[in-house]
C-alpha cells in the first residue's frame, strides 16, 4: 500500500476544483431541502466541512496547485447555486427570486473553511512529499 501518492496527480487541479464547487453547492442544496426544519443547522455544518474537505483534497491530490485553486472554488459557487435555482424553478415550480442574495451567503460561508483547508492540505501534503 503506497499511501496517498497513489492518489496524486500532475496538474494545477483548477477544473477540479471548480466542478467540485459546483456538485458541492448543488449536492448541499438538495440535501438540505430533505432536512424539514429550515433553521436546522445541519446544512451549514455539513457545507462547511465539505467546503474544508475540498480544498484539503484538491492541495493533497495535486501538488502543483496553488492559491488560484481557492478562486476557482470560489468561482464555482455562483454556477452551483444557478444550476440548484434552475432545477427548483423547472423541476419543483419554486420561484427563487432572491438567489444573488443566496450566492453571496455561499461565498461569505465558504471563503474561511476553503483557505483553512487548502493550507492544511498544503502542510499535508508537503509532509508527505519530503522522504
Not at 487541479?13 to 443547522?41: E, H, M, N, Q, Y
Not at 465539505?50 to 454556477?79: D, E, H, N, R, T
Request: glycine share 8%; net charge positive; with cysteine.
Amino acid at each position: 500500500m503506497r499511501g496517498i501518492e497513489q492518489f496524486q496527480r500532475e496538474g494545477t487541479g483548477l477544473l477540479t476544483s471548480f466542478l467540485g464547487a459546483i456538485v458541492l453547492v448543488f449536492g448541499v442544496s438538495r440535501v438540505s431541502s430533505l432536512f424539514p426544519d429550515s433553521a436546522s443547522l445541519w446544512p451549514l455544518a455539513i457545507s462547511i466541512l465539505a467546503f474544508a474537505l475540498l480544498a484539503m483534497a484538491i492541495q493533497l491530490i495535486y501538488l502543483k496547485s496553488k492559491w488560484s485553486c481557492i478562486v476557482a472554488i470560489l468561482a464555482g459557487i455562483p454556477i452551483g447555486t444557478i444550476l440548484d435555482v434552475m432545477w427548483d424553478w423547472s423541476v419543483n415550480s419554486v420561484d427563487r427570486n432572491l438567489f444573488p442574495i443566496e450566492i453571496l451567503m455561499w461565498l461569505v460561508l465558504a471563503v474561511i473553511p476553503v483557505t483553512i483547508g487548502f493550507f492544511i492540505g498544503r502542510k499535508l501534503g508537503h509532509k508527505n512529499a519530503q522522504p
